[in-house]
């Protein structure tokens, strides 16, 4: 009879025959493992030759796997475990990041995420329109979102200088240029308008006229100067500095040129700005201009200047200044003159401007030449010898004249025959030329004469000053509000 008993001593060797389903038998189990660890490997091998998924970036993928590298054994022995990386590793804060997120960790962005995702919740209000409000600044066009124009209100703040404890200042720089289109602000990738809005000009006061973007609470300093280009041309900068506003004048040497006919060459700056108007005695001209806005003392430079256009005359150029805005020029020379008696009476020909007039004493035969005064200067000879020339007499008579007595205004002159008499009637041939050197009086402008000038620093109207590479810096610090 079967041992009904396996677990008994005396089991009987064939203990795999044993059939009673009650009871598990050692091959039963034996079979029963060895099944399941077949299904194990046919499971594992199955879901190692499922299709590659698209993972991207050099990640290991079905055919970076060899098949050596598949079997059941191989995959547990090498697999990689989370005993065998570490804790720390794996860690959310050890793991660097770069992005938007102002964080230098994965842990730290996701955690400044997480704020920024509360706050909203915490502080969402009732509408959506408060936010898009608050992209609209004060002036100039809105910004795409709320944080573009906070950090644009972030870049601001970093150009607002602290002035002292307690006290903020707000700066105003720029680049401004008028390239015959009008004035502007420079911006390109190296020039930038800080804090500066409009920019216009008043061509009557001669002011450029920059607007603030934002009103100053106490004016600190604003500074204007010319870059190397301007500067070597003379020009000079100053600004009336307002706490909306600024006013800039530009002021340069008004230097140039006017001709016999009354015409003004100059520097483009100043063209078409001034007007000469002959003096009534024809000496001279009276100049208008612009002015340098001071004194009407200012200096007023002139020169007579032989070129190849004008002939040298011999005279020499005075100025005087009517008022800040008026200088006058006028020729003058040595008195000279061309004397005769025509038949009729005493004669003067001469471009001097003296007033001459002529007195014949028929008792004495003197003539008396009165002319206009020099005045009596120190160190000055008051009777400055004048040279008489007799011209040869029409008919060929031998006439002399010898002068009798001079002064500042006269010069008195006998003539005499060829036997030393006086000639007591006046005749034809009594005719001499007169001069007094050093004796200077009004002359008549010659018409081929070209006289430089300099008037001196004069205003420049905004819309005259054009510069192709020439720009103005300005730089101004004011307490802000």
Known sequence: MTNQYPWDSNTTPPIASQDDPRYETPGGATNKIEQSLQDSKEYTDARLSLPELPIQNGAIVERHIRDENISTRTIAQKSVTLPKIGDDVLSASNHTYSGQVSANTVKGALDTLDSRVQYFIDNSGTSIAELIDARVPTTGSPFPNLRARLNDSDTKLGQTARLSVGKKGIMYAATIRNDGTGWSYIEDAVHHNINFSSISTDDVNKNIVVNYSERAKIIGSLVVTPDETLAASGLTCGASVGDTVALIRCSAPFTGYIDGTGAVTCSPWFAGTTVATPLADNTGFSITYDGGGGSSLDAVLATMVRDNAAPYYGTEVRTARGSTTVANMRSFNDLYANIFYDGTSWQASTACVANFSFSFDNVTG?????????????LYNNFQNPVVTMRDSITGT?????????????????????????ILTPNTNMRMYLSRPGFKVPHVWANGMRVYFNFGYTLIRPSKLVSGNGNLWILGLHEAN
């Open 366 to 378: 003197i003539l008396t030449i009165t002319h206009d005064s020099m005045a009596s200067q120190t």
């Open 398 to 422: 031998l006439i002399h004249a010898r002068v009798v007595q001079v002064t500042q205004s006269t010069v008195r002159v006998i003539f005499r025959d060829s036997t030393g008499a006086a």
